[in-house]
């Protein structure tokens, strides 16, 4: 039998502080208004307020089931949050360029946030597991989900949508991995209706995030063999990124 409300909790409080903190960003606007404001793909001016908010919500929510998994929501937030800021107006993006940059002795914000990931999500792994190949498959998942949801936010709603689409099978599980995932879906669902309405955009912070929350449900729903191939998928994703954002981009 399946006891939905631990889930429903989850859900509903990454929800509820995503939604408050969003609201609060737009109404305090730290450091002045504009340095909310971004341009989206269509030239449009839209508000970060959305990423923040996500992230802490969903590592908040995350961190009451597992902590392990609401450190990795909330160190992917953070990294993807410093990318927003120091890395607006760089146009490379991928693994390649900015591991490139980094072997001619440039530290960009990119490669800041690919290490900080990496690392959290390896330590978010060895929270979560006990054995150390299961650790370090985790540490992949979690990582690596992390990165494919900010390689299919392209476009507005995309990546919350990923996000639903991805984690609606999760619900059916009881205990951690069911409630991770409530947890993803909450922040995911918070920022949809804005996101689609191209009020806000998630930006990294919010992508990252909640990538990091559904790579830590996929960790607490699986044994060794699932999170082999959660990781074989999600290191796919990222060696053919540029591909993944192009299909997604012309949906």
Known sequence: MIN????????????????????????????????????????????????????????????????????????????????????????????????????????????????????????????????????????????????FVNLVDVRPGRAAAAVLALGAPGLLRNGPGGELTAAALGGATAVLPDDLAERVMIGDAGAHALGAALGAAVVACNRRAGLLAHAVAVVAAAVYGDRVSDRVRAL
Not at 13 to 35: D, V
Not at 45 to 69: D, E, F, I, K
Not at 120 to 143: S, Y
């Open 4 to 147: 939905r409300a631990p889930r429903s909790r989850s859900f509903l409080l990454s929800a509820a502080l995503t939604r408050a903190g969003q609201a609060l960003l737009r109404a305090e606007s730290p450091g002045g208004r504009a340095r909310w404001e971004r341009k989206n793909y269509a030239g449009r001016a839209v508000g970060l307020y959305a990423g923040p908010a996500s992230a802490l919500g969903t590592a908040v929510a995350a961190g009451r089931v597992h902590p392990g998994a609401g450190l990795a929501v909330l160190a992917a937030g953070v990294c993807g949050a410093y990318d927003d800021v120091a890395g607006a107006g760089d146009p490379r993006r991928g693994f390649r360029a900015h591991l490139g940059a980094l072997r001619d002795g440039e530290v960009t914000s990119g490669a800041v946030k690919l290490f900080g990931i990496s690392a959290a999500g390896l330590v978010a792994g060895a929270l979560m597991k006990e054995r150390l190949l299961d650790k370090v498959l985790a540490g992949v998942v979690i990582a690596g989900a992390a990165h």
